[in-house]
């Protein structure tokens, strides 16, 4: 079984740009995470998809960061302008439901720098 | 809302001796406790998980977590530790809305 894929695994943006994240899932999983990890920290949560629809997004700076995951299988995350506190791994997880008890699997992440 | 602790930023044990790596939480409801591994330049991998049942938990690669519910605690444990398990290990907790959230991490370092 495909693990989850993301792209790109490296990305340095000066402050102000714009950048895009690509996720594609474990194949069959409903529910798509994104998250943030800063260095010395566990992963955030940014939003939670499930399917094509938003089930939390609670902790997205929606001014700057937006996300999309149609057709129900491959998302996009996207910063728009960075700040260089938005220097992170990007962490993409999937899982086969957001009910229960169901282990999520994480792809390997995007490291940000934003200079 | 949950919250994990992990009150440990680095474990140091000698390869061939037990380890543990402590996590405690707080959550509304019976708990979803989990703990993931994460390597170098790579995205965690789960371990194991507690859904219900007998209070030990196994994992992969030989790790084992112990859930008690009167501590609010979820320790991870290992009979004799490889250099291998040298990592950062994440602990994390779900409640009934689905709503998960990590502990910051502790750094395992298996010295030969």
């Known amino acids: 079984e495909a693990g989850v894929a993301q792209s790109p695994r490296y990305k340095i943006i000066e402050k102000r740009q714009s950048v895009a994240f690509w996720c594609n899932p474990i194949s069959g999983h409903a529910t798509l995470y994104w998250y943030q990890q800063i260095l010395g920290q566990g992963p955030k949560l940014l939003i939670q998809f499930q399917n094509n629809g938003v089930v939390d997004d609670s902790q997205l700076p929606k001014d700057r960061f937006s996300a999309e995951r149609l057709k129900g299988v491959d998302s996009t995350l996207k910063i728009q302008p960075a700040k260089l506190e938005d220097s992170a791994v990007y962490l993409c997880?999937?899982?086969?439901?957001?009910?229960?008890?169901?282990?999520?699997?994480f792809g390997p992440g995007t490291r940000l720098t934003v200079t | 809302a949950q919250s994990v602790a992990q009150p440990e930023d680095q474990v140091n044990v000698a390869e061939g001796n037990p380890l543990t790596v402590k996590c405690t939480y707080s959550v509304s409801g019976n708990p979803y406790l989990f703990w993931y591994v994460q390597y170098p330049n790579r995205g965690l991998q789960f371990l194991l998980k507690?859904?219900?049942?007998?209070?030990l938990v196994k994992g992969s690669y030989g790790f084992e977590a112990e859930f008690n519910k009167s501590q609010t605690s979820f320790h991870l444990k290992k009979p004799s530790a490889l250099v291998s398990d040298s990592a950062l290990y994440f602990c994390a907790v779900k409640n009934n809305n689905n709503d998960m959230r990590f502990g910051a991490g502790t750094r395992l370092t298996v010295k030969p």
């Open positions: 507690y859904i219900t049942g007998d209070n």
């Open positions: 997880a999937s899982s086969r439901s957001g009910q229960g008890a169901y282990e999520q699997y």
